[in-house]
């Protein structure tokens, strides 16, 4: 007894530790964005410093946020460090993208417990809680994160309205990122309340029913869902965009955000249901009577082969969305 408790005490000291070094790391690592900034903007004199401010936010809140989500078990111990790195460099680049971010993570997080019970009897890799390590981390924020990255090394950080005649190419990272974070929002939305609906998807590529959880299975609840998933991340880019950008009154109306983030969860469902019924092994585990994503001598194929895994989609089709977004945005955003 004594014996477990020292080895209890050790994993809990080691944990301890590790999370000291790698918080530490985090803060040498942000104050160096901050050096760097300010070395720039002295240098070139067009960019605008990082601000006290807009660093100790930017530490702060990604922490606070990726702390709770790793007592709540959204997130396991690599996929919180992951979030706050992701967390950290979107925050510090613009506080729209930390919005949109935050609306993505807080209603992904709630849907995936959503009627968990049910989910767990239909989906083998269903994890209590929905926990997300650092793989899926940065297959749903690396894009996000290195084109927050591109904008500040243009533009620097700060708030910057969407104006395609003013702020050419800032527009389109924005909504580049934009389009990336409602993706992967939509994509979260199909699928959680798709999955735990009692209805039987159609498979997108042969529109034949399919059982609940395969991939590339569609239905109309779950498109409707990825249109609104979309939409409500653009509602928080609109509406911090609202709060932070100082010279909207000169430019572009900013409410097509909304309009063009519920295309972007709309799409990028649509996308990931199709490279999910092409690229990824779904079938029907007789011994278990749940869909799983690998074969086995007990299972029944459904749909795709075996050649992306589900975090791998999610990368792919963000990364269209991100590419696909702006230039559709460009051809009808209004002009200031």
Same mark, same amino acid.
């Given at each position: @007894? ?10 809990? $000291? ?5 999370? #000291? ?20 903007s002295t240098y070139y004199g067009t960019l605008r410093p990082i601000s006290p401010w807009r660093w100790l936010f930017s530490i702060l809140v990604p ?10 078990? !959204?997130?396991d111990h690599g996929g919180a460090i992951g979030g706050l790195i992701v967390g950290f460099i979107l925050t510090v680049a613009n506080y729209s993208f930390?919005?949109? =971010?935050? @609306? ?20 083998? +890799? ?8 650092? *793989? ?6 690396? *894009? ?6 591109? %904008?500040?090394? +243009? ?25 990336? =974070? ?11 309340? &798709?999955?735990? @609906?009692?209805? +039987? ?29 979309? !939409? ?9 965009? @609202? ?14 955000? #909304? ?10 469902? #649509?996308?990931?249901? %199709?490279? &999910?019924?092409?690229?990824? $092994? ?55």
């Amino acid at each position: @007894m004594q014996l477990h408790s020292w080895d209890d005490f050790n994993k809990n $000291y080691f944990k301890m530790i590790t999370n #000291i070094i790698i918080l530490s790391v985090l803060i040498c690592i942000s104050l160096s964005f901050w050096i760097v900034s300010m070395t720039a903007s002295t240098y070139y004199g067009t960019l605008r410093p990082i601000s006290p401010w807009r660093w100790l936010f930017s530490i702060l809140v990604p922490l606070i946020i990726a702390s709770r989500g790793f007592k709540k078990k !959204s997130l396991d111990h690599g996929g919180a460090i992951g979030g706050l790195i992701v967390g950290f460099i979107l925050t510090v680049a613009n506080y729209s993208f930390f919005a949109a =971010l935050l @609306m993505f993570f807080i209603t992904s997080s709630k849907l995936t417990k959503w009627r968990g019970d049910v989910k767990k009897q239909i989906d083998a +890799e269903y994890k209590e809680g929905g926990q997300r390590n650092w *793989v899926q981390v940065f297959c749903n924020g690396g *894009v996000p994160a290195e084109l927050a990255l591109l %904008y500040m090394i +243009e533009n620097g950080p700060g708030e910057i309205p969407v104006d395609f005649s003013k702020q050419y190419t800032a527009s389109w990272m924005c909504l580049s990122l934009l389009g990336a =974070l409602a993706c992967c929002a939509g994509d979260t939305w199909a699928s959680e309340i &798709g999955t735990a @609906m009692n209805k +039987e998807p159609w498979l997108i590529t042969t529109w034949k029913k399919v059982p609940r959880g395969t991939n590339g299975g569609v239905t109309l609840i779950g498109l409707i869902a990825s249109l609104l998933g979309g !939409s409500l991340v653009g509602l928080a880019y609109f509406i911090s965009q @609202m709060i932070f950008v100082n010279d909207l009154d000169i430019s572009a109306p900013q409410w097509p955000i #909304i309009v063009f983030g519920g295309l972007a969860g709309l799409l990028g469902s #649509i996308v990931d249901s %199709y490279l &999910g019924a092409t690229m990824q $092994y779904s079938g029907f585990d007789t011994r278990t009577g749940k869909i799983v994503k690998h074969h086995t001598k007990d299972t029944k194929h459904i749909a795709g082969k075996p050649i992306l895994d589900n975090n791998a989609v999610n990368l792919f089709s963000s990364v269209v969305i991100a590419l696909l977004l702006p230039g559709a945005a460009w051809g009808f955003w209004p002009r200031g």
